[in-house]
């Protein structure tokens, strides 16, 4: 069965999933009433200097200077920094680190006053690509995967993996069989009865009438 790539939008399960992710983040003045927020608080209000965890749909409404919260960059993405300077991404499984390891850090690049986290998105994903042909190459569908695969990059996965196949079958002449569509097929049945009606006969899919005494 086709299916559609993966557009990110406010109706995708994928994006619903990204966005439910808690991110932590530094008070930076009091908020009134606001003390629900922290499970550790002994107030009422939220006091500045304390942590919390909130969820990126909730971030993401914020201005990126907004002057209550201080978003901080995840650990995954400090853990993959060393790797992409040096060229070394391709040995991480990126699943084990976060299932949706790139839209988790587009969402979060514009609240990085560091611009790290972009940065370590970009060059991840330009180094992984070279990796993701050749393991797709060297991959049957009948084939078990052993990488563990970021979102993103699953989808990529399984269309190179297809592709190969259809490439593979096209060399091998296995696929030259051109069968018709069921909109051409059905088009035909119709000229056909429509033909068979003007000559003055029955359609052959029609139940024959019995003659009347």
Request: glycine share 4%; hydrophobic share 30%; net charge positive.
């Amino acid at each position: 069965m086709y299916t559609h790539s993966y557009f990110p939008n406010y109706y995708a399960v994928e994006d619903i999933f990204v966005t439910q992710e808690k991110v932590e983040c530094k008070v930076n003045t009091k908020l009134l009433k606001m003390g629900f927020l922290d499970p550790g608080a002994e107030s009422d209000d939220l006091n500045a200097g304390r942590t919390v965890n909130l969820p990126l749909w909730y971030i993401k409404e914020l201005r990126v200077n907004n002057p209550y919260f201080t978003i901080n960059v995840p650990e995954i993405y400090k853990n993959v920094h060393k790797a992409v300077c040096e060229a070394e991404t391709t040995h991480i499984e990126l699943g084990k680190l976060h299932p949706y390891f790139y839209e988790y850090g587009r969402y979060l690049t514009p609240y990085d006053r560091n611009h790290v986290v972009g940065r370590i998105v970009f060059e991840t994903m330009r180094q992984r690509v070279r990796h993701l042909l050749d393991i797709s190459k060297n991959t049957t569908a009948e084939g078990k995967r052993e990488h563990r695969l970021d979102d993103v990059e699953q989808k990529l996965f399984e269309s190179g993996v297809k592709t190969n196949i259809l490439f593979t079958n096209w060399l091998q002449m296995k696929s030259n069989k051109i069968s018709v569509s069921e909109l051409v097929h059905e088009h035909s049945k119709k000229r056909k009865r429509n033909q068979l009606e003007s000559d003055g006969t029955s359609s052959p899919d029609q139940p024959q009438k019995r003659p009347t005494i």
